[in-house]
């Protein structure tokens, strides 16, 4: 027996009224962060000990002001759903549960947008 | 909003140590710990890459803090769990394909990402060394 309505059938939200959003959020941002982690990693193997010029035409060289500024707005999107599912599982109190996740979302986003403009000056500024 | 009264509470998850290790455990929950890590080395990654620009002489010293032996020991481990992380999320969206479920392909692809994190993990820091001059 189908307990559901049939708008709430439609719309596809289930219980959680998100539906599978979070989820597949979760999946495509892993997916993309792959080839970006790799490629991240490998840089900064070659900026062991370097100093700011040599840091600075890393950043600044060809396509990686771009990759640097989809691998920061993917990884710390990522970063923020993988701990709201963390705060979901072992905070049971709905204030303290809504307020941490609200906190950790906020970091993200305030260090990805700091981190943009990083990645911007860094490029443009002499 | 929904008001939902609850009666009963609900239920929780078992805790971790009732159970005898296995390495499907293991692994899973080495994923979740790893994600920990990744999550809080994010705030390693602001601070370096925004103290560059506040110039040379704060650069330096984000530099040094990353090359003392307290900065190699965190990047050694951000290394490791880069890799584990990484090449067990790719297990996981193979699971979520529907491919792997069978116990002995979760056992041995289970031991293919613990060979993949340990080989890449020793060739990253070897690279690193030897780029850095120390190896």
């Not at chain 2, 990654?45 to 900065?71: C, D, H, N, R």
């Not at chain 2, 290394?79 to 979760?106: K, P, Q």
């Amino acid at each position: 027996m189908n307990m559901r309505s049939h708008l709430g059938r439609v719309r596809g939200l289930g219980s959680t009224n998100d539906g599978v959003r979070h989820w597949w959020s979760q999946r495509l941002t892993g997916m993309a962060l792959i080839p970006l982690t790799l490629w991240l990693v490998f840089s900064f193997v070659g900026l062991v000990g370097a100093d700011l010029n040599t840091v600075k035409s890393w950043v600044g060289s060809h396509g990686n002001p771009v990759l640097l500024g989809l691998t920061i707005v993917i990884m710390f999107h990522h970063a923020a759903l993988g701990i709201q599912v963390i705060i979901e599982d072992y905070v049971h109190g709905e204030g303290i549960k809504t307020t941490s996740i609200i906190v950790a979302k906020a970091i993200s986003i305030l260090l990805s947008a700091s981190c943009i403009l990083a990645v911007l000056r860094l490029t443009f500024e002499g | 909003m929904n008001e939902r009264k609850v009666s009963r509470p609900r239920p929780l998850s078992p805790h971790l140590q009732v159970y005898r290790p296995q390495i499907t455990s293991f692994l899973s929950i080495m994923h979740r710990f790893t994600g920990i890590i990744l999550a809080l080395s994010t705030l390693l990654f602001s601070y370096w890459l925004l103290s560059a620009t506040y110039g040379p002489e704060k650069f330096a010293i984000a530099q040094t803090v990353m090359s003392s032996w307290f900065g190699q020991s965190v990047l050694c481990g951000l290394t490791f769990s880069v890799f584990y992380h990484l090449s067990n999320g790719i297990r996981h969206l193979a699971w979520d394909a529907g491919w792997g479920f069978e116990l002995d392909r979760v056992k041995i692809t289970g031991w293919l990402i613990i060979l993949f994190t340990t080989a890449m993990t020793v060739l990253t820091l070897v690279a690193a060394y030897s780029a850095s001059g120390k190896g």
